[in-house]
Protein backbone atom coordinates (compact mmCIF):
# COMPACT_ATOMS: atom_id res chain seq x y z
CA UNK A 1 0.00 0.00 0.00
CA UNK A 2 1.45 3.02 -0.81
CA UNK A 3 0.54 6.75 0.16
CA UNK A 4 1.22 9.86 -1.83
CA UNK A 5 1.90 13.53 -0.42
CA UNK A 6 3.89 16.28 -2.42
CA UNK A 7 7.57 15.72 -0.85
CA UNK A 8 7.49 11.58 0.06
CA UNK A 9 5.69 8.81 0.15
CA UNK A 10 4.79 5.74 1.87
CA UNK A 11 5.34 2.46 0.87
CA UNK A 12 4.05 -0.40 3.44
CA UNK A 13 5.52 -4.06 2.31
CA UNK A 14 4.03 -7.05 2.98
CA UNK A 15 5.68 -7.41 6.00
CA UNK A 16 4.47 -4.47 7.51
CA UNK A 17 7.29 -2.38 7.29
CA UNK A 18 7.24 1.30 6.26
CA UNK A 19 9.76 2.76 3.86
CA UNK A 20 9.80 6.13 3.75
CA UNK A 21 11.49 7.64 0.50
CA UNK A 22 11.86 11.14 0.29
CA UNK A 23 11.47 12.96 -3.46
CA UNK A 24 13.86 15.25 -2.46
CA UNK A 25 16.98 12.41 -2.03
CA UNK A 26 15.50 11.15 -5.55
CA UNK A 27 15.96 14.80 -7.06
CA UNK A 28 20.00 14.47 -5.22
CA UNK A 29 20.30 11.01 -7.03
CA UNK A 30 19.15 12.25 -10.16
CA UNK A 31 21.18 15.22 -9.82
CA UNK A 32 24.34 13.44 -9.00
CA UNK A 33 24.33 11.01 -11.68
CA UNK A 34 23.97 14.21 -14.43
CA UNK A 35 26.66 15.79 -13.00
CA UNK A 36 30.34 14.98 -12.65
CA UNK A 37 31.39 14.85 -8.53
CA UNK A 38 31.41 18.45 -6.80
CA UNK A 39 33.19 19.33 -3.79
CA UNK A 40 32.78 22.84 -1.61
CA UNK A 41 35.97 23.48 -0.08
CA UNK A 42 35.01 26.11 2.50
CA UNK A 43 38.11 27.98 4.22
CA UNK A 44 39.54 30.34 6.24
CA UNK A 45 43.39 31.35 6.00
CA UNK A 46 45.00 33.94 8.46
CA UNK A 47 48.80 34.05 7.05
CA UNK A 48 48.16 32.17 3.58
CA UNK A 49 49.25 28.74 4.59
CA UNK A 50 45.64 27.05 4.95
CA UNK A 51 45.05 28.73 1.60
CA UNK A 52 47.97 27.55 0.05
CA UNK A 53 47.04 24.02 1.02
CA UNK A 54 43.78 24.44 -0.46
CA UNK A 55 44.96 25.58 -3.47
CA UNK A 56 47.03 22.20 -4.34
CA UNK A 57 44.72 19.79 -2.94
CA UNK A 58 42.01 21.75 -5.22
CA UNK A 59 44.56 20.83 -7.88
CA UNK A 60 44.87 17.38 -7.07
CA UNK A 61 40.98 17.35 -6.85
CA UNK A 62 40.58 19.06 -10.74
CA UNK A 63 43.35 16.40 -11.46
CA UNK A 64 40.55 13.84 -11.21
CA UNK A 65 37.50 15.67 -13.38
CA UNK A 66 36.31 16.64 -9.62
CA UNK A 67 34.22 20.17 -10.08
CA UNK A 68 35.73 22.77 -7.29
CA UNK A 69 33.73 25.36 -5.36
CA UNK A 70 35.47 27.92 -2.72
CA UNK A 71 33.61 29.24 -0.86
CA UNK A 72 36.69 31.84 1.29
CA UNK A 73 35.64 32.98 4.68
CA UNK A 74 35.40 36.83 5.39
CA UNK A 75 35.73 38.39 8.41
CA UNK A 76 34.04 41.53 8.60
CA UNK A 77 36.79 43.32 9.74
CA UNK A 78 40.11 42.77 8.31
CA UNK A 79 42.52 41.04 10.49
CA UNK A 80 45.63 42.15 9.32
CA UNK A 81 48.76 39.76 8.79
CA UNK A 82 51.02 40.36 10.52
CA UNK A 83 49.08 41.63 13.50
CA UNK A 84 52.31 44.44 13.99
CA UNK A 85 53.82 43.88 17.47
CA UNK A 86 54.58 41.40 19.88
CA UNK A 87 52.02 43.30 22.67
CA UNK A 88 49.19 42.84 19.80
CA UNK A 89 50.39 39.18 19.26
CA UNK A 90 49.71 38.43 23.22
CA UNK A 91 46.39 39.99 23.06
CA UNK A 92 45.47 37.78 19.82
CA UNK A 93 46.53 34.44 21.35
CA UNK A 94 44.95 35.49 24.89
CA UNK A 95 41.86 36.20 23.34
CA UNK A 96 41.99 33.18 20.74
CA UNK A 97 42.62 30.58 23.84
CA UNK A 98 39.01 31.50 24.96
CA UNK A 99 37.93 30.69 21.36
CA UNK A 100 36.64 34.21 20.80
CA UNK A 101 34.42 34.55 17.35
CA UNK A 102 35.36 36.89 14.62
CA UNK A 103 32.30 37.37 12.79
CA UNK A 104 32.06 37.08 8.86
CA UNK A 105 30.41 38.21 6.36
CA UNK A 106 27.47 36.75 4.61
CA UNK A 107 28.33 33.73 2.36
CA UNK A 108 27.78 32.85 -0.93
CA UNK A 109 25.15 31.32 -2.92
CA UNK A 110 26.82 28.38 -3.60
CA UNK A 111 26.70 27.20 -0.31
CA UNK A 112 22.91 26.33 -1.00
CA UNK A 113 23.87 24.18 -3.68
CA UNK A 114 24.22 20.21 -3.19
CA UNK A 115 27.88 18.44 -3.01
CA UNK A 116 29.34 14.91 -3.12
CA UNK A 117 31.67 16.44 -0.42
CA UNK A 118 32.57 19.67 1.74
CA UNK A 119 35.67 20.14 3.08
CA UNK A 120 36.29 22.71 5.40
CA UNK A 121 40.14 24.72 6.36
CA UNK A 122 41.53 26.58 8.74
CA UNK A 123 44.67 27.30 10.32
CA UNK A 124 44.73 26.48 14.45
CA UNK A 125 44.75 29.65 17.16
CA UNK A 126 46.23 28.89 20.46
CA UNK A 127 44.60 24.86 19.91
CA UNK A 128 41.67 25.81 19.11
CA UNK A 129 39.40 26.35 15.06
CA UNK A 130 39.80 29.77 14.36
CA UNK A 131 37.84 32.81 15.22
CA UNK A 132 36.19 33.33 11.91
CA UNK A 133 35.75 28.93 11.71
CA UNK A 134 33.85 29.25 14.96
CA UNK A 135 31.52 32.14 13.34
CA UNK A 136 30.75 29.68 10.25
CA UNK A 137 29.48 27.02 12.46
CA UNK A 138 27.48 28.61 14.96
CA UNK A 139 25.94 30.35 12.52
CA UNK A 140 25.90 28.37 9.59
CA UNK A 141 27.11 25.22 9.99
CA UNK A 142 23.55 23.37 10.53
CA UNK A 143 22.46 24.87 7.30
CA UNK A 144 25.69 24.11 5.22
CA UNK A 145 27.09 21.32 6.99
CA UNK A 146 23.80 19.11 8.26
CA UNK A 147 23.40 15.56 7.08
CA UNK A 148 26.80 16.42 4.40
CA UNK A 149 29.59 14.45 4.57
CA UNK A 150 32.62 16.73 5.81
CA UNK A 151 36.16 16.59 5.21
CA UNK A 152 38.43 18.55 7.97
CA UNK A 153 41.14 20.05 7.07
CA UNK A 154 43.79 21.58 10.08
CA UNK A 155 47.18 23.81 9.40
CA UNK A 156 48.69 24.70 12.34
CA UNK A 157 52.41 24.67 14.09
CA UNK A 158 51.97 21.08 15.78
CA UNK A 159 48.84 20.85 18.32
CA UNK A 160 46.02 20.04 15.85
CA UNK A 161 45.33 17.31 18.52
CA UNK A 162 43.12 19.63 20.59
CA UNK A 163 41.95 21.53 17.56
CA UNK A 164 40.54 18.25 16.48
CA UNK A 165 38.64 17.42 19.55
CA UNK A 166 36.91 20.61 20.01
CA UNK A 167 35.85 20.55 16.22
CA UNK A 168 34.42 17.45 16.61
CA UNK A 169 32.11 18.11 19.05
CA UNK A 170 30.42 21.38 16.92
CA UNK A 171 30.58 19.20 13.43
CA UNK A 172 28.38 16.62 15.90
CA UNK A 173 25.97 19.68 16.69
CA UNK A 174 25.81 20.63 13.27
CA UNK A 175 24.97 17.27 12.01
CA UNK A 176 27.43 17.10 10.00
CA UNK A 177 28.91 13.59 8.62
CA UNK A 178 32.47 13.14 8.87
CA UNK A 179 34.56 9.51 9.17
CA UNK A 180 38.61 11.09 8.59
CA UNK A 181 40.61 14.32 8.66
CA UNK A 182 43.84 15.90 7.43
CA UNK A 183 46.12 18.03 9.41
CA UNK A 184 49.51 19.59 8.42
CA UNK A 185 52.00 20.36 11.21
CA UNK A 186 55.02 22.65 10.31
CA UNK A 187 57.81 20.78 9.32
CA UNK A 188 60.61 22.94 11.77
CA UNK A 189 61.14 21.32 15.39
CA UNK A 190 60.15 22.80 18.88
CA UNK A 191 60.37 25.15 20.28
CA UNK A 192 62.17 27.06 17.11
CA UNK A 193 58.89 26.21 14.98
CA UNK A 194 56.82 28.02 17.97
CA UNK A 195 59.43 30.86 18.21
CA UNK A 196 59.20 31.06 14.47
CA UNK A 197 55.98 31.31 13.83
CA UNK A 198 55.47 33.90 17.06
CA UNK A 199 57.51 36.35 15.44
CA UNK A 200 56.42 36.05 12.02
CA UNK A 201 52.39 36.66 13.37
CA UNK A 202 54.27 40.02 15.31
CA UNK A 203 56.03 41.00 12.22
CA UNK A 204 59.43 40.35 13.16
CA UNK A 205 60.58 38.05 10.03
CA UNK A 206 63.52 36.65 11.63
CA UNK A 207 64.37 32.76 10.59
CA UNK A 208 66.88 34.58 8.27
CA UNK A 209 68.76 35.95 11.03
CA UNK A 210 71.69 33.72 11.85
CA UNK A 211 70.93 32.44 15.26
CA UNK A 212 67.34 31.62 14.70
CA UNK A 213 67.94 30.67 10.59
CA UNK A 214 70.24 27.21 11.78
CA UNK A 215 66.68 25.85 13.56
CA UNK A 216 64.27 27.47 11.64
CA UNK A 217 64.76 28.42 8.26
CA UNK A 218 61.02 28.89 6.94
CA UNK A 219 57.64 29.93 8.13
CA UNK A 220 54.90 27.53 7.81
CA UNK A 221 54.47 24.54 5.26
CA UNK A 222 56.72 22.97 3.17
CA UNK A 223 56.94 22.16 -0.65
CA UNK A 224 57.29 18.62 0.32
CA UNK A 225 53.93 19.01 2.42
CA UNK A 226 52.29 21.34 -0.49
CA UNK A 227 52.70 18.23 -2.97
CA UNK A 228 51.18 16.18 -0.17
CA UNK A 229 48.47 18.11 -0.03
CA UNK A 230 47.84 17.61 -3.78
CA UNK A 231 48.46 13.83 -3.83
CA UNK A 232 45.85 14.16 -1.14
CA UNK A 233 43.19 15.74 -3.74
CA UNK A 234 43.91 12.97 -6.24
CA UNK A 235 43.35 10.43 -3.24
CA UNK A 236 40.31 12.13 -2.56
CA UNK A 237 38.99 12.56 -6.38
CA UNK A 238 39.47 9.08 -6.78
CA UNK A 239 37.61 7.92 -3.87
CA UNK A 240 34.59 9.84 -4.91
CA UNK A 241 34.63 8.48 -8.55
CA UNK A 242 34.41 5.08 -7.01
CA UNK A 243 31.93 5.58 -4.45
CA UNK A 244 35.10 4.60 -1.95
CA UNK A 245 34.74 5.22 1.37
CA UNK A 246 37.26 8.56 2.47
CA UNK A 247 37.91 6.72 6.13
CA UNK A 248 40.29 4.05 4.25
CA UNK A 249 42.48 6.69 2.88
CA UNK A 250 45.57 7.58 5.29
CA UNK A 251 45.88 11.18 5.47
CA UNK A 252 48.31 10.78 8.98
CA UNK A 253 51.32 10.72 7.18
CA UNK A 254 55.24 11.38 8.31
CA UNK A 255 55.33 14.38 5.50
CA UNK A 256 51.78 15.90 7.01
CA UNK A 257 52.60 15.41 10.04
CA UNK A 258 56.53 15.58 10.67
Known sequence: MKYLSASCFFDADKDGKVRLVMAERKEKLV??????????????????????????????????GIEVCFEKLKPVTHLRFPVGSIFRTYLMMFSTFFRKRVPIQK??????????????????????????????????????????????????????????WGLQKKLDQCGAHFSNMIAFSHPSPEPWRTIGAFLNIAGNNRERAGFISKHYN??????????????????IGESLKGNALLAAINFQTKLALP
Open 218 to 235: RFGHSNEQMEEAYRFGVQ
Open 107 to 164: LSAKCSREYDLIILAGPTWSYNPSGPVLSFLDRDGKDVLGGREVLPLISCRGYWKAHW
Open 31 to 64: DRARRNNRVLLVYYSFSGQTGVLINRLAAGLKEQ
